[in-house]
């Protein structure tokens, strides 16, 4: 069974950079997954923020930015705002179908 | 601009079967889209339980395979997702999704969720 890691939680200074990453258990290097990533607030639904790995969703600032390399996906907010502090989830496609979440991240911006 | 709501019971006892529903407007369920189901246990992260498409082709977390089933009803613009047998573990926010899955493969449009308790 395929699991999705993510850092637990993250801190980042107002105005500093971030990069959160998400990595698959299994799987091979050489196939092109699709990554993508959600933000939550506390007691809200996911917003959409990155798809197909680099593609911001609809009114996604360009401050938030996505690459990956094999198995490993990473999310970089760059000049981090207060209102930045969520929780952020990725997901991946593994086809035949299939989705799976990472755990999440928490990210604190202090 | 698609919205989706779902719909159902709050409260459903141990063993019983959960029931709910998501009623997509703005939009055609029969668009070229598939439409999915995520739940949030309390306090933890997203879990993706399945997805649905017009025809009724269907795709489910294997985990729960045995207990899901979602179907989609196309002449009222919903679709539904039961699970049977559920016991404290399947108490959690479900939330249904538009999925894209033709080109990208990723949750586009979210519905507010519905918090679901089991609970005798």
């Known amino acids: 069974q395929t699991v999705v890691t993510q850092e637990p939680s993250f801190s980042v200074s107002p105005g500093g950079t971030v990069t959160l990453t998400c990595v698959l258990s299994?799987?091979?290097?050489?196939?092109?997954?699709?990554f993508s990533w959600y933000q939550q607030t506390p007691g809200q639904a996911p917003r959409t923020l990155m798809y197909?790995?680099?593609i911001r969703s609809s009114g996604v600032p360009d401050r938030f930015s996505g690459s990956s390399l094999g198995k490993k996906a990473a999310l970089t907010i760059t000049g981090a705002q207060a209102d930045d502090e969520c929780d952020y989830y990725c997901?991946?496609?593994?086809?035949?179908?299939?989705?799976?979440f990472g755990g999440g991240t928490k990210l604190t911006v202090l | 601009q698609v919205q989706l709501q779902e719909s159902g019971p709050g409260l459903v006892q141990p063993s019983e079967t959960l029931s709910l529903t998501c009623s997509v407007s703005?939009?055609?369920?029969?668009?070229?889209?598939?439409w999915g189901w995520i739940r949030q246990p309390p306090g933890k992260g997203l879990e993706w339980i399945g997805t649905?498409?017009?025809?009724?082709?269907?795709y489910h977390i294997p985990s729960l395979k045995s207990r899901v089933t979602i179907s989609v009803d196309t002449s009222k613009n919903q679709f539904s997702l039961r699970l049977t047998s559920v016991t404290a573990a399947d108490t959690a926010v479900y939330y249904c999704?538009?999925?894209?899955?033709?080109?990208?493969?990723?949750?586009?449009?979210w519905g507010k969720g519905t918090t679901v308790t089991v609970s005798s």
């Open positions: 649905i498409y017009k025809t009724g082709d269907s």
């Open positions: 299994s799987g091979s290097v050489s196939t092109n997954y699709y």
């Open positions: 999704a538009r999925v894209e899955y033709f080109y990208y493969y990723y949750m586009d449009v």
């Open positions: 997901a991946v496609y593994m086809g035949s179908g299939i989705w799976v």
């Open positions: 197909n790995t680099n």
């Open positions: 703005g939009g055609s369920i029969t668009s070229d889209y598939y």
